[in-house]
């Protein structure tokens, strides 16, 4: 009798999760039913939408005298055409979708809603779309994107600038004292028809690292920070700052307009871009670094400490470059040390990388 019970009631329990899960199955397609069909609307629109800005395209290239209005019909009429047979394909696939859902009961996926991961610009005339992007697979172009973003990233030689003395005098190996930079920048076209003039600007990480000669290191004294000879021999001695900064650019160069049918680009490969600007911001810190040897060992000494140093960064910078490669140039207007009697400047000379 027991067994029975028990046996009469796991099939109960069964059937009744077979039923739930049948009712849940129905209730996912009829959703997936509903919101496919609600999509119809969106694609009318979405190419309702592209068809008028490419026929303001069309108007705008009549005004500037590069094609006739018997031209401009003609290409209107093709335009009509193409964006009536996209929106019957469209809606064709939607519904081949609602059948396919009604007919087997799952839920299919919508590749338009997939949404992807793309690090780099995606084709040679997008000058003007965003290195990064995150978003849907299919996501329709904006018709004029004036502003992009790309990173930057530049090293070179760094060396200071003492006031009454000349680069030649200088206190620090030419060789052994680099800089680098690292950051994100945004650039925007200043005018709406032409893009000869952009402004260029971000937020970047810039290390200074200087290499003092004869054996000398930084010392702060209390009233101010001076080079003082090591009492062993060092196979080291290197001073960095870390700067957080904000640079700022006007960018100048040609470029080319690129015309598609729902969208337009410019374009400056194969192009010379010269920026002229400056850059602000803080001193993260200051630090050395010295190595040498001691009754036969190897010491390493990593000293961080304020070196009466200024806190606030500014000064002036600019490039010169072809495609994703420029010279590159900074100069310190701030000086190096705050209460010392002689200025100290910081220069930078080197490649710059902006990956646009």
Request: proline share 2%; aromatic share 12%.
């Given at each position: 009798?027991?067994?029975?019970?028990?046996?009469?009631?796991?099939?109960?329990?069964l059937?009744?999760?077979?039923?739930?899960?049948?009712?849940?199955?129905?209730?996912?397609?009829?959703?997936?039913?509903?919101?496919?069909?609600?999509f119809?609307?969106?694609?009318?629109?979405?190419?309702?939408?592209?068809?008028?800005?490419?026929?303001?395209?069309?108007?705008?290239?009549?005004?500037?005298?590069?094609?006739?209005?018997?031209?401009?019909?003609?290409?209107?009429?093709?335009?009509?055409?193409?964006?009536?047979?996209?929106?019957?394909?469209?809606?064709?696939?939607?519904?081949?979708?609602?059948?396919l859902?009604?007919?087997?009961?799952?839920?299919?996926?919508?590749?338009?809603?997939?949404?992807?991961f793309?690090?780099?610009?995606?084709?040679?005339?997008?000058?003007?779309?965003?290195?990064?992007?995150?978003?849907?697979?299919?996501?329709?172009?904006?018709?004029?994107?004036?502003?992009?973003?790309?990173?930057?990233?530049?090293?070179?030689?760094?060396?200071?600038?003492?006031?009454?003395?000349?680069?030649?005098?200088?206190?620090?190996?030419?060789?052994?004292?680099?800089?680098?930079?690292?950051?994100?920048?945004?650039?925007?076209?200043?005018?709406?028809?032409?893009?000869?003039?952009?402004?260029?600007?971000?937020?970047?990480?810039?290390?200074?690292?200087?290499?003092?000669?004869?054996?000398?290191?930084?010392?702060?004294?209390?009233?101010?920070?001076?080079?003082?000879?090591?009492?062993?021999?060092?196979?080291?001695?290197?001073?960095?700052?870390?700067?957080?900064?904000?640079?700022?650019?006007f960018?100048?160069?040609?470029?080319?307009?690129?015309?598609?049918d729902e969208?337009?680009?410019?374009?400056?490969?194969n192009?010379?871009?010269?920026?002229?600007?400056?850059?602000?911001?803080?001193?993260?810190?200051?630090?050395?670094?010295?190595?040498?040897?001691?009754?036969g060992?190897?010491?390493?000494?990593?000293?961080?400490?304020?070196?009466?140093?200024?806190?606030?960064?500014?000064?002036?910078?600019?490039?010169?470059?072809?495609?994703?490669?420029?010279?590159?140039?900074?100069?310190?207007?701030?000086?190096?040390?705050?209460?010392?009697?002689?200025?100290?400047?910081?220069?930078?000379?080197?490649?710059?990388?902006?990956?646009?």
């Amino acid at each position: 009798m027991k067994l029975i019970t028990f046996t009469t009631a796991l099939a109960l329990w069964l059937l009744a999760g077979i039923y739930a899960q049948a009712q849940e199955n129905d209730h996912d397609t009829q959703t997936s039913v509903e919101r496919l069909n609600s999509f119809r609307e969106t694609i009318i629109q979405e190419e309702k939408d592209a068809l008028k800005a490419s026929v303001e395209n069309i108007n705008q290239r009549v005004e500037d005298g590069n094609i006739t209005e018997a031209e401009a019909e003609t290409l209107k009429q093709e335009l009509a055409e193409k964006h009536a047979l996209n929106i019957e394909n469209r809606l064709a696939i939607i519904d081949n979708k609602v059948a396919l859902l009604q007919r087997n009961g799952k839920v299919d996926e919508d590749e338009d809603s997939q949404i992807i991961f793309r690090f780099g610009s995606s084709g040679k005339d997008n000058e003007n779309d965003n290195v990064l992007y995150i978003g849907p697979k299919n996501q329709k172009r904006k018709y004029d994107r004036r502003t992009s973003s790309d990173l930057v990233f530049a090293f070179g030689l760094n060396n200071v600038i003492t006031e009454g003395e000349s680069l030649q005098d200088s206190d620090f190996k030419v060789a052994g004292s680099r800089f680098a930079e690292l950051g994100w920048a945004w650039k925007t076209r200043v005018f709406k028809n032409t893009n000869w003039l952009r402004v260029k600007y971000g937020l970047s990480f810039q290390f200074n690292g200087l290499k003092p000669t004869d054996n000398r290191f930084y010392v702060d004294t209390g009233e101010q920070t001076e080079l003082q000879e090591y009492p062993l021999n060092l196979d080291k001695s290197k001073f960095r700052m870390d700067n957080l900064v904000v640079p700022f650019h006007f960018e100048f160069g040609p470029s080319k307009k690129i015309e598609h049918d729902e969208y337009f680009r410019y374009s400056t490969e194969n192009q010379i871009k010269v920026g002229l600007g400056g850059y602000a911001g803080i001193n993260l810190g200051a630090r050395q670094k010295l190595k040498f040897e001691e009754d036969g060992e190897d010491q390493k000494l990593k000293l961080k400490a304020d070196y009466n140093t200024n806190k606030f960064i500014y000064g002036l910078s600019g490039y010169i470059g072809w495609q994703g490669v420029a010279v590159y140039a900074k100069y310190d207007l701030n000086t190096i040390f705050k209460n010392n009697p002689v200025d100290q400047r910081n220069v930078s000379l080197g490649l710059r990388f902006d990956m646009d």
